[in-house]
């Protein structure tokens, strides 16, 4: 018995990552109703910087990250990382990203839709999602990583 295919990222994602990554360290506003920052851990192999565009959001007084594309690098550095760096235009702060079970994901991945609709309206173009629903979101919980940013003391 086999699990659900892998979702795997869009060939486009990675050269639009780059520019949105350029705009958002130079503070262009990329978006009117959401604040995507910029993502910066170490390479868990190399101990690089990498870094890719992500939009928090916030429930119950809690910020989250939830990733689009189960297998995307940044996810697997992050696990590895102890603090990351979420930068937006000139500032820049350094956190812990704590990853959720699947069941305290689900309320998180509910309230996406909501929160983010750029990241649906990108995840549907790539076939990740086909309504966009909260349902639809909801259901992914443990094959979409959601991660708490907690502020490092």
Known sequence: MTGPAPIRSPWWLKPANRVF??????????????????LTVPGRKTGKPRSTPVTPMCVDGRRYVVNGYP???????????ERVSLTQGRRSESVRMVELSAEDARPV????????????????????????????????????PVFRVDPVA
């Open 71 to 81: 297998g995307a690098d940044w996810v697997h550095n992050v696990r590895a990382a």
């Open 21 to 38: 990554v350029v705009l958002l360290r130079l503070g262009v506003p990329v978006s009117r109703h959401e604040s995507p920052v910029v």
């Open 109 to 144: 991945l509910r309230e996406f839709p909501a929160q983010v609709s750029t990241g649906v309206d990108i995840m549907k173009r790539a076939g990740v999602l086909k309504t966009g629903t909260s349902d639809e979101l909801e259901g992914l919980a443990g094959r979409l």
